[in-house]
C-alpha cells in the first residue's frame, strides 16, 4: 500500500491546492520588472513595450514571461497572497491567473490604476480559497503640486480561512533616480506607511498587519532608519518589526554595480499571537545568471536595455510563512 501512495503523489499535477497546515499563512513579494501588455497606452510612457518599440514586446514575449511567474509561484508551493510591483493593469494580472497553469487554483486580483507616468502599479494576487478580500483602496502617494506622480500604496483587508484578520500594504517607492529630491519623497512615503500601519492597527487590533514592496531603499538609508525609526534593532518604537534585517548579508534582493542589496523589504505589526516562522530570499536558478565581468551571479532580467535576456526580474522575490496561535 505504501508503494501505491508514493506512485499517486508522483503522478499528481504540478500546481495542486497545497496541503501546507490551515494555520500557516504564506505571503510572497516580488518586484516583476516591466509585465507590460504588448499594446500602446496613450496615457502612459509605454511605447518601448510594444512589438515596434526599442524593446519589441511581442505576444510570445509576454507569454514566456508570464509561464515564467507560474513557475516560480508554482515552486513557492503557491502562496495564499502575493504582493507584485512593475504590474501595467489588469490585463495581465488576468493573464497570469487565468492564462497559465495559475487557472487550476482559484486565484484573484486586486489592482487599481495610479498615476505613474510610465503606468506601471502596485497589485496583489489571492487564493480565493485560502483569504477573502473585505475591503481594498488606493492611498495616494503623489503631490501634482509639486509635478510628483508616483505609485500609490495598494491596502488590502481580509480574512483567512480560518478567520484570522489580515491587512496587506503593498509598496513600490521611488528609485534613486533625482538624487536629493527623490530621497525626500522616499522619506515622506515611509512616514506614510508608518501612519498607515498604525491606523490599521488602532481598527484591527487582532490582525497580522503586513507591508511588503520595493522600497529602494537598504535598512540603513534615511528613508527606513528615519521614516520608519529603525535603529540597529529590527524593531522600531511602534513595535513594527522589520523582518528583512535579519535575512543573510551575503545576498540581497537586487543587485547594483556589483553588490546585492536588500531594497525589497516585508514589516509586520502585530500582537504575540502572530508568530513568524520563516522568511525567505528564493534564489532559484532559474532567476539568476552568472556575472560576465565580474565573479558571482546576478537576477536573470528579462531586458537589459533594449537587450532581451529572457529573464523575469532584477529582483528575487522574497516568502513569509506566519503562524497565528488561537
Excluded at 502575493?82 to 488576468?94: S, W
Excluded at 481580509?158 to 484570522?164: I, K, L, Q, S
Excluded at 484578520?165 to 533616480?177: D, F, T, V
Excluded at 540597529?232 to 535579519?246: A, V
Aim: with cysteine; proline share 5%.
Amino acid at each position: 500500500m505504501r508503494y501505491i501512495l508514493v506512485l499517486l503523489l508522483v503522478a499528481m499535477p504540478s500546481v495542486a491546492i497545497s496541503q501546507e497546515p490551515s494555520q500557516v499563512f504564506t505571503a510572497a513579494w516580488w518586484n516583476v520588472e516591466n509585465l507590460f501588455d504588448t499594446r500602446d497606452d496613450p496615457h502612459t510612457n509605454d511605447d518601448e513595450f510594444t512589438p515596434h518599440g526599442d524593446r519589441h514586446w511581442t505576444r510570445r514575449k509576454l507569454d514566456s514571461k508570464l509561464q515564467g511567474l507560474y513557475k516560480t509561484l508554482a515552486m513557492m508551493d503557491l502562496p495564499d497572497v502575493v504582493g507584485l510591483a512593475e504590474v501595467e493593469n489588469k490585463y495581465v494580472l488576468r493573464e497570469l491567473c487565468q492564462g497559465t497553469p495559475l487557472a487550476q487554483v482559484p486565484y484573484r486580483y486586486v489592482h487599481y490604476d495610479s498615476p505613474d507616468r510610465r503606468g506601471i502599479d502596485c497589485a496583489l494576487i489571492y487564493r480565493a480559497d485560502q483569504f477573502t478580500v473585505t475591503a481594498s483602496r488606493p492611498v495616494s502617494m503623489s503631490d501634482s503640486t509639486k509635478g510628483f506622480f508616483t505609485r500609490d500604496i495598494l491596502v488590502v483587508e481580509g480574512v483567512t480561512a480560518e478567520g484570522d484578520s489580515i491587512c496587506l500594504l503593498i509598496n513600490h517607492w521611488p528609485s534613486k533616480r533625482g538624487g536629493d529630491e527623490a530621497d525626500a519623497h522616499r522619506l515622506e512615503i515611509a512616514r506614510s506607511l508608518r501612519a498607515i500601519m498604525l491606523e490599521l492597527k488602532h481598527t484591527h487590533p487582532d490582525a497580522a498587519i503586513i507591508a511588503m514592496g520595493d522600497m529602494n531603499s537598504t535598512d540603513s538609508e534615511e528613508a527606513l532608519a528615519v521614516g520608519m525609526e529603525f535603529g540597529s534593532d529590527s524593531i522600531n518604537p511602534d513595535g513594527i518589526r522589520l523582518l528583512t534585517q535579519r535575512l543573510p548579508k551575503d545576498w540581497g534582493s537586487h543587485k547594483y554595480q556589483g553588490q546585492w542589496r536588500y531594497i525589497d523589504h516585508m514589516f509586520l505589526l502585530a500582537n504575540e499571537s502572530w508568530l513568524v516562522l520563516k522568511l525567505k530570499l528564493l534564489k532559484y536558478d532559474h532567476l539568476l545568471t552568472d556575472e560576465t565581468l565580474i565573479p558571482g551571479q546576478r537576477p536573470k532580467r528579462t531586458n537589459v536595455g533594449p537587450r532581451y535576456e529572457g529573464g523575469l526580474s532584477d529582483h528575487l522575490p522574497l516568502l513569509l510563512r506566519l503562524s497565528h496561535a488561537k
